[in-house]
């Protein structure tokens, strides 16, 4: 089983919709999640952190579920600049990272 | 701030051939990584260094050697080049992961193919 996995998507969704997936992970010691977008071409940039009483900036919203072991990331009212691919990723140690394959969002006009 | 600057952007390799991919932080951040990125394989991380003077295997180490120079610079070395090697490469630093408050921060990548 990979440390962590994601749906690939695509999910493709209009403008103004509320787009939702989640990152499922394997190792029940972990205490650090993180959702990153990568757009096209780029490198990743962290988008949140996702805490254990799950958190909010603006449009996007983070959730953890411990017993079940995922993380989600919830976007609201859909902009054509949410278009990327959304990495997880969950701390293997205190020094390590280990990313999702990512999921595709694209949002279409 | 600069972050994390990584060079070269671009490079093309023949197959044997043998080079270098820098990286340097201003962050001063202690932990930093080499990780490649292929299509549908996500991010694999390919050497780390915890902190300076250290650094350890990932997931892919074989056909890399790494050099932490000092806390600043960690570079990612190619003996000798083959072509499974095409990929992107993603350095990137971090601090006090464990915290679940900082994340990484990636370089713009260098796209590397070998033919």
């Known amino acids: 089983r990979k440390e962590v996995e994601q749906d690939p998507g695509p999910f493709n969704v209009p403008e103004g919709a509320t787009v939702a997936f989640n990152c499922t992970y394997s190792n029940s010691a972990s205490q650090s999640f993180f959702w990153y977008r990568q757009d096209c071409r780029k490198e990743p940039k962290l988008l949140m952190s996702?805490?254990?009483s799950g958190n909010e900036d603006g449009r996007f919203t983070a959730q953890l579920n411990r017993a079940s072991q995922y993380i989600s990331l919830l976007i609201r009212d859909s902009k054509l600049s949410d278009s990327a691919t959304y990495l997880c990723?969950?701390?293997?140690?205190?020094?390590?990272?280990?990313f999702g394959a990512g999921t595709t969002v694209t949002v279409r006009a | 701030n600069a972050g994390v600057t990584q060079t070269p952007k671009f490079q093309v390799l023949k197959t044997g051939q043998s080079m270098t991919l820098q990286c340097a932080q201003d962050?001063?951040?202690?932990?930093m990584y080499w990780y490649r990125q292929d299509p549908g394989m996500g991010l694999r991380l390919i050497y780390y260094?915890?902190?300076?003077?250290?650094?350890d295997k990932g997931e892919v180490p074989n056909g890399y050697n790494v050099s932490r120079l000092n806390k600043r610079e960690f570079s990612l070395r190619l003996e000798s080049a083959a072509p499974s090697q095409t990929s992107v490469y993603f350095c990137a630093s971090s601090e006090a992961i464990g915290t679940g408050v900082y994340g990484y921060t990636f370089g713009s990548g260098t796209r590397l193919t070998v033919v």
């Open positions: 260094s915890a902190s300076e003077g250290t650094t």
């Open positions: 990723a969950v701390n293997v140690n205190d020094y390590k990272l280990s």
């Open positions: 996702v805490y254990s």
């Open positions: 962050m001063n951040h202690n932990s």
